[in-house]
T-cell receptor, first 114, second 113 residues
Framework: GAVVSQHPSRVICKSGTSVKIECRSL??????MFWYRQFPKQSLMLMAT?????????EQGVEKDKFLINHASLTLSTLTVTSAHPEDSSFYIC??????????FGEGSWLTVV | AQSVAQPEDQVNVAEGNPLTVKCTYS??????LFWYVQYPNRGLQFLLK??????LVKGSYGFEAEFNKSQTSFHLKKPSALVSDSALYFC???????????FGKGTTLSVSS
């Protein structure tokens, strides 16, 4: 079946540094990928829609300069958290849509900013 | 605007009994409806979807969901619950292909042996 790979699964970074999270669709091409953020025991909050070859569309309240999204190919989207702060610590999940309009999710990435 | 409501924070059921996890939605057009399951510290696993066609949708692991347009509901069901079904379940909706899913708050299913 379709698989979406997310890397790293866990990352710890120092406050003020940047960290990149990769999202790959392994067996299908995804022109659109989505990035979500999830706080413990809460729902997924959409951060942005990543479109291959164009700028990402950010949801209201999400800082585009802080959460940089690059969708460089049909199988890869990256989320870079710039100048990370402890409040950015969270579970970040990406998803990708296949040609059958089913959306598959990655395993998520735990970010801890110390 | 689209929205999803999962009215129950938690559903408790004994193993072997039928289970239902409720979901209602609101969209401006025809809904695309999804159910996902999340185990602790993991991503979301796709269970099933409704786009069009039969109102009863069968999915993974013996789950099914019934689309009811008049009640704007898409409840998840399983005839006989397993302890391994214990997890967090999310209902999600979008109003057209290509757009992001909007999630409900999630329902924790606890199946006791």
């Amino acid at each position: 079946g379709a698989v979406v790979s997310q890397h790293p699964s866990r990352v710890i970074c120092k406050s003020g540094t940047s960290v990149k999270i990769e999202c790959r669709s392994l067996d299908f091409q995804a022109t659109t990928m989505f990035w979500y953020r999830q706080f413990p025991k809460q729902s997924l909050m959409l951060m942005a829609t990543s479109n291959e070859g164009s700028k990402a569309t950010y949801e209201q309240g999400v800082e585009k300069d802080k959460f940089l999204i690059n969708h460089a190919s049909l199988t890869l989207s990256t989320l870079t958290v710039t100048s990370a702060h402890p409040e950015d610590s969270s579970f970040y999940i990406c998803s990708a849509q296949n040609s059958g309009n089913t959306i598959y999710f990655g395993e998520g990435s735990w970010l801890t900013v110390v | 605007a689209q929205s999803v409501a999962q009215p129950e924070d938690q559903v408790n059921v004994a193993e072997g009994n039928p289970l239902t996890v409720k979901c209602t939605y609101s969209v401006s057009g025809n809904p695309y409806l999804f159910w996902y399951v999340q185990y602790p510290n993991r991503g979301l696993q796709f269970l099933l979807k409704y786009i069009t066609g039969d109102n009863l949708v069968k999915g993974s692991y013996g789950f099914e969901a019934e689309f009811n347009k008049s009640q704007t509901s898409f409840h998840l069901k399983k005839p006989s619950a397993l302890v391994s079904d214990s997890a967090l379940y999310f209902c999600a909706v979008r109003d057209q292909a290509g757009t992001a899913l909007i999630f409900g708050k999630g329902t924790t299913l606890s199946v006791s042996s």
